[in-house]
């Protein structure tokens, strides 16, 4: 699948939206660790992570969970998963 960055954190963003609808992105630091600024614990977190595999694709190892921490670098590291799974194509 080819998605733009925009793309990526949209489909991040709708999916944490779906978790955790009272969320406010206006007032989230993209820099800094997700979870702790919208409370969302780790059954929330895999949940996110289900619905974005469904958005997008790409299923995160939970070995690569601490790259998906902050938003900014979530989608940076979801950016390098889809590079990887279309030049494996």
Do not use: C, W
Not at 1 to 16: G, P, Q, T, Y
Not at 75 to 85: E, F, I, N, P, T
């Amino acid at each position: 699948m080819n998605l733009s960055r925009d793309e990526v954190r949209k489909a991040l963003i709708d999916s944490i939206l779906e978790v955790a609808p009272e969320a406010d992105f206006t007032q989230l630091r993209p820099d800094r660790p997700v979870r702790g600024q919208l409370d969302i614990d780790s059954f929330d977190f895999l949940t996110i992570l289900e619905r974005l595999h469904a958005k997008i694709g790409v299923e995160v190892p939970e070995a690569d969970y601490g790259k998906m921490m902050t938003l900014d670098g979530s989608v940076d590291y979801l950016m390098r998963l889809l590079a990887a799974a279309s030049s494996a194509e």
